[in-house]
C-alpha cells in the first residue's frame, strides 16, 4: 500500500531514454543566470521535460565551480533530483540529493531551511529504496532543524517522514510515537491548509502502520479520519493523487476484513476523482 508523504510533489512521466540524453547533451548557449530562471521556472510549472532538464544540469555544473557557493545550487540539484525520481532513475536522483546536501550543507551564512530540504529529500529517497536505516539519521537532522522553524508543520511533516522510515523496519512503537508526536504538534498552531492537510496525511500513514499491526478497527477509524480532512481541502491544497491512495489503501483494509462490497465502492469514488 503506498505511503502519502506531505512534501512529495506530484510527479511527471519522463522517458528514461529521454532523460539520460538531456544530462549527457547539457550544452547550452545562453548563461548561466538565464538557465537557472528558466529551469526553475518551468520546474515549478511541472513542465519536466528535455528543455527544462538542460538548462539545469549545465547551471548546476557551473554553479559548482564558484566559490564561494551559489545559494541557488541546492535548489538547482533538488529539482534535478526530483525530475530523476519521477521516472524511477533512482541512481541520478540519489546523486543530485546528495550533491544538494553538500552545496546547502557549504553556504555562509548557514541556511538551515536549504539544508533540511535536503536532508529530507536524500533521506526519502532512501526509504522508498528500502535503504531505511541510511534515511533514519538523515530526518532526524531534518527534524532536528526543522523543530526551531517558524513553520510549525514542517515539524510535524519531518517527524512523520521519520516514523514512516522506522515504521518500515517494523519499529512500529517508536514510529507510531512520533506520528502523534507530529499531531500533537500540529494541535498546537491554529488549522490552515497546509496544516488540515498535514494531519490528513499523518492520520492516513499512522492508519497503514495499524493495519501492519493487525489493529484494523483502529486504523479503520483513522482512515476515515484522514478522508474528512482531505476531502474538505481544497485542490490548492490537496492534489487528487492523495484521496485516491486514501481511497485505495482504505478499500485494501475492507477487502482484507471481508467487506467487498463497501471497498468495491471506495475504489468507484477513487476511479471518479480526476
Known sequence: MATIRPLTPVRHVLACR???LSILAAGCASSTEQQINYGLNHYEMGLW????IRPLVSAANSLEKTS?????LPRVLLALGTMAESHKRDDLAEDFFRRALKAA????PADEAQTRNALVDLGLCYTRQGREKEAVPLLERAAAISAGLPQRYLYAI???NLAIALDQQKRHSEANALSMKALAVLDSVPPGGMEDRTRGVILHNVARSYVDQGRYGEAEKLYRDSLTILEAGSSRDVESWRLRIVLKNYAGLLRQTGREAEAQALERRAAAIK
Do not use: H, I, S, Y
Not at 550543507?105 to 555562509?108: F, P, T, V
Open 18 to 20: 529521454a532523460l539520460a
Open 105 to 108: 550543507e557549504a553556504l555562509r
Open 158 to 160: 519531518d517527524l512523520d
Open 49 to 52: 521535460g528535455p528543455a527544462t
Open 68 to 72: 564561494p557557493p551559489d545559494p541557488r
